[in-house]
C-alpha cells in the first residue's frame, strides 16, 4: 500500500484506474491538513508581521507557490495555476514599496479576469501594468505607499478580490474603507478574513455593505492553528454518502466554530443521509440512512444554493448522480472563471457517464437515471476538484481519471488516503 502512494505521487502526468474497497469501509480515521484558504491569508499576514507563528499549515501546491512568492521582490514570479495566490500576491507586491515584479501564471490563469482587483488597486493609487491582454494576467507591478484609503468593486464577484484588499490594508497608511455594490456573495470567505485579522488584534467592522479596516503598525507576538481544510472533508462526506449504513469516519483536525464557508458541508449531507459530529477535533461522519425523507422515492430533487461555498458544487453533484438523486444547484456564477469553467466540465464528464444534465451560467439540474456506465475516463481539466470530486464515484462504478497529479494542487495526499480506505488504484497507459 505505502509503496503504491509513492509511485503515484512520483509520476506526472498520470492516469489512474479506481475502483471501491473489495468489503465495504466500517470505519477509518484520515489527518487532513491545514485549510488552504486559511493558510494562504495567514502567510499573506506573516509577511507583514513576522512575529505571526502558523501551526498546521496546508501542505498544497497552492499555498508552496504563495510562501515562495512572498520572498520575492524583484523580477518574475509565476504562481501556474494558483488563483489566490494571483489575487493576494497582486495586493501584496502593489502595496511593497521595494517591490519591481512581472506576475505571471499558466496560460488558463491568463484567461482568468483580474481587472476588478486592478481597477480597485488603482483606484487607492497602485502602479499596475498589464503586459499582455487589458484585464488579464501577467501584471508589471511596481510596489508604493497608497495614500488613498477609500475604494468600491462590485459585491457579486469572487470574494478573493475582496480579501486581496482586506488583507494589505492594515499594512498601508491609513488603512481602507471598502464599499460593496450590489448582493454579496461568498460572504463566510470574507468573514473569515476578517476573523484572522481580528484574531490578530487587527480592527475591523463589516456592517450592510461597507468594511473597514484599520492600520495597524505592529501586533504582539502570536501563534494560530491552521484549522483542516473542510474543502477536503467534502471528498470523505461524498465517500460516506455513496457507503453503507453504519460507515464512520474520522476526520482532523477541525473545530466547532469553523471560520470556513464549506462547514455547510455538515447541514447539506443530512440530505444524503451523514450525521456529522464535531468532538474535541474530530470530525466524525456517519451514514445513518438513505438519502432523502422518509417515505419518499428516487424522483426527490435536491435544491442548493452554494453562493457561499461554491468550491463543493462538484462533489455535490456527483453526489447525486451516483445516488441516482436529481437536482438542482444555483449559485454557481465563480464556477465559469475557476480552474477551468467547472460547469460546462461537469456536463461532459457526467454525460459520459450516462447523466441528464443541463447547465447555464449560474447553475446545473440534473435529473435521475437508472444507470451508470463503467470504465469512464475523467478527463480533469487540469482543475484539482475535478478529480476529487469523481474519485469516490469508484464506491458505484470503476473509473478512469486522467492527470490524476493535479490533486496536488490543495491536497497532495488525497490519492493515500484514498488507500488508507482500501480503495483499489492502479497507474495505467489507458
Known amino acids: 500500500m505505502a509503496g503504491k502512494s509513492r509511485k503515484i505521487q512520483n509520476f506526472t502526468p498520470l492516469t489512474l484506474y479506481l475502483s471501491g474497497p473489495p468489503t465495504p469501509i466500517k470505519k477509518a480515521r484520515i489527518n487532513i491538513t491545514g485549510s488552504k484558504s486559511e493558510s494562504n491569508r495567514l502567510l499573506l499576514l506573516q509577511a507583514l508581521y513576522p512575529n505571526l507563528k502558523i501551526e498546521n499549515l496546508s501542505n498544497a501546491d497552492d499555498v508552496k507557490v504563495m510562501m515562495e512568492g ?121 468573514k473569515m478574513t476578517l476573523s484572522l485579522l481580528n484574531e490578530m488584534g487587527i480592527k475591523s467592522s463589516f456592517s450592510g455593505n461597507k468594511i473597514k479596516v484599520g492600520p495597524t503598525d505592529t501586533i504582539s507576538a502570536r501563534s494560530i492553528r491552521v484549522e483542516s481544510d473542510w474543502s477536503s472533508a467534502s471528498y470523505f462526506y ?97 464556477l465559469k472563471i475557476k480552474e477551468t469553467d467547472r460547469l460546462e466540465a461537469l456536463k461532459i464528464e457526467l454525460t459520459k457517464l450516462g447523466a441528464r444534465i443541463e447547465v447555464s451560467d449560474h447553475h446545473l439540474e440534473m435529473t435521475p437515471v437508472d444507470h451508470i456506465e463503467k470504465d469512464v475516463s475523467i478527463a480533469t481539466y487540469k482543475d484539482h476538484r475535478m478529480a476529487m470530486a469523481f474519485a469516490p464515484l469508484a464506491l458505484k462504478t470503476n473509473l478512469y481519471i486522467e492527470e490524476a497529479e493535479v490533486v496536488s494542487k490543495s491536497y497532495p495526499d488525497f490519492w493515500r488516503d484514498l488507500e488508507q480506505l482500501n480503495f483499489q488504484i492502479s497507474q495505467t497507459d489507458h
Request: aromatic content about 6%; proline content about 4%; hydrophobic content about 40%.
Open 238 to 334: 461524498s465517500i460516506a454518502a455513496f457507503s453503507e449504513i453504519g460507515t464512520h469516519l474520522e476526520l482532523t483536525s477541525y473545530k466547532d466554530k469553523s471560520l470556513q464557508g464549506d462547514r455547510v458541508l455538515a447541514d447539506i449531507y443530512r440530505h444524503f443521509g451523514v450525521e456529522t459530529r464535531i468532538e474535541g477535533s474530530t470530525l466524525h461522519l456517519i451514514k445513518n440512512a438513505h438519502p432523502g425523507k422518509p417515505g419518499e422515492d428516487k424522483d426527490v430533487v435536491f435544491n442548493f444554493h452554494l453562493a457561499d461555498a461554491p468550491d463543493i458544487a462538484q462533489t455535490i453533484a456527483v453526489n447525486c448522480f451516483g445516488l441516482q438523486i436529481g437536482c438542482r444547484i444555483t449559485g454557481l456564477h465563480t
Open 70 to 190: 512572498l520572498k520575492v521582490t524583484s523580477g518574475t514570479v509565476d504562481i501556474h495555476h494558483a488563483g489566490t495566490a494571483m489575487r493576494f500576491l497582486t495586493a501584496y507586491f502593489a502595496t511593497k514599496e521595494s517591490a519591481d515584479v512581472t506576475l505571471t501564471g499558466s496560460s488558463r490563469m491568463q484567461e482568468r479576469p483580474i481587472k476588478v482587483l486592478v481597477d480597485a488597486l488603482r483606484q487607492l493609487g497602485a502602479d499596475i501594468e498589464y503586459l499582455k491582454t487589458e484585464g488579464y494576467p501577467p501584471l508589471r507591478i511596481r510596489g508604493k505607499k497608497l495614500e488613498r484609503s477609500k475604494v468600491s468593486l462590485p459585491a457579486n464577484i469572487s470574494s478573493q478580490y475582496i480579501s486581496a484588499l482586506l488583507l494589505v490594508a492594515p499594512g498601508t497608511q491609513k488603512g481602507l474603507e471598502l464599499e460593496l455594490l450590489g448582493e454579496i456573495t461568498s460572504v463566510p470567505y470574507i
